[in-house]
């Protein structure tokens, strides 16, 4: 199945189009993760930067949706991003029996 995509012009960028992102991301925590890990981080830049939020409340079948990943995939790579400190898990929560973390995107000062 195909998707028609839209890529707009330079005449009509806007910030709803774009988000920065800082480079750091693609010059040292692109070429060490695992493709499934860099997936599952690229999804969390984009619901963190891409929407100007520093937590994003989500369940492993929406990342899974969101990657393309499996759910069991999607499970393993998160706790690597985790282990890592890339990722930061700031609450946990049990809406009837479906689970959601709400996770953070490291920032700051960091050692590598």
């Not at 199945?1 to 693609?26: Q, R, T, V």
């Not at 009837?96 to 590598?112: A, C, H, N, V």
């Amino acid at each position: 199945m195909s998707k028609k995509l839209y890529i707009p012009g330079p005449e009509e960028i806007a910030d709803k189009w774009f988000m920065i992102i800082p480079n750091i991301f693609y010059d040292e925590f692109m070429p060490v993760l695992t493709p499934p890990a860099w997936k599952i981080l690229s999804f969390f830049i984009r619901q963190t930067y891409g929407f100007k939020r520093e937590r994003y409340s989500v369940g492993i079948n929406r990342i899974a949706d969101g990657t393309g990943l499996g759910v069991r995939t999607v499970s393993t790579h998160i706790g690597i991003l985790i282990k890592s400190g890339l990722l930061i898990v700031t609450r946990k929560s049990d809406h009837r029996k479906k689970i959601t973390r709400e996770y953070k995107l490291i920032s700051g000062s960091i050692l590598i």
